[in-house]
């Protein structure tokens, strides 16, 4: 029996370069100072101010360790992905990429799954940190279950917008503007809830992506499961998605 020894070269399974391609996206984003400071910095400064002072404000740590684990949603979907895209697209890295056997489908599943194990990483962080300084949640199975499923939602909502101010925007303005959306959306939602806001913009921002996702984990918490806030989630990551495939650009 004579040893065959002619290469076979092929490419990769689809998961395979897929998976490779999460990774190698995962481990960019950890190499990222300024990533590290909105990823688990910011966060925990604001857990540690809770659990000081949250009382006086009446935002106590039970309230403010949920919205905690929005905000980590929030920045990683959003902000983190929108200024890694941009400054890609701004050095042709995608254009490149797209033309090896991972092409387009997957380079954007790639970017997904390396968000996605990104923030999951951040809110096994967050909410050890926040057990740890008191967060007692009263968790059920219904709200946990749809938690997670706004959650999901809710990520493919700001990963629309990352990717459409990415696509079509030059990465100076991405940084920009992501940047500031993530300020802006901090009280829209995120860490303040919507009963704190007055009449009509109360609801205002119940229909915001960051409203449905702050009050379904503060209501989770509680071992409380809402319905509403998974058509405002669908809604709102369908729109976004169909936005990013219609302006989205692969090169500046």
């Known amino acids: 029996m004579s040893l065959d020894l002619t290469p076979h070269a092929a490419a990769a399974t689809p998961a395979s370069r897929i998976w490779s391609h999460a990774k190698m996206e995962a481990t960019l984003i950890l190499r990222n100072g300024e990533q590290a400071l909105l ?11 809770a659990s000081l002072f949250g009382d006086r404000l009446g935002l106590g740590l039970q309230q403010t360790a949920p919205s905690v684990l929005a905000l980590a ?3 990683s979907g959003l902000t983190t992905l929108a200024i890694a895209t941009g400054f890609e697209r701004r ?15 997957g380079i954007l599943a790639g970017k997904g ?3 996605a194990l990104i923030t999951a990483g951040q809110v096994l962080v967050l909410a050890v940190i926040a057990l740890a300084l008191g967060w007692r949640p009263v968790w059920s199975l219904p709200a946990l279950l749809v938690s997670i499923l706004v959650s999901v939602l809710a990520m493919g909502a700001f ?7 990415a696509g079509s925007l030059r990465p100076e303005a991405t940084l920009a503007l992501a940047n500031l959306l993530y300020l802006v ?6 860490l303040l809830p919507a009963d704190r806001f007055p009449g009509w913009t109360a609801h205002l921002v119940q229909g915001l992506p960051t409203g449905a996702l702050g009050e379904t984990l503060r209501a989770a918490s509680n071992g409380q499961a809402l319905g ?23 090169t500046s």
């Open 113 to 115: 799954l390396g968000i």
């Open 39 to 49: 990823a688990v910095v910011i966060p925990v400064a604001i857990l540690l101010g």
């Open 185 to 190: 959306g901090m009280p829209l939602g995120v």
């Open 91 to 105: 050095y042709n890295v995608l254009e490149r990429l797209a033309a090896t056997p991972l092409g387009k489908p």
């Open 159 to 165: 990963a629309g917008i990352a990717l459409a101010l």
């Open 228 to 250: 509403w806030p998974i058509a405002v989630a669908a809604l709102w990551c369908v729109a976004s998605l169909a936005l990013a495939w219609k302006v989205f650009k692969w």
């Open 73 to 75: 949603i929030w920045s």
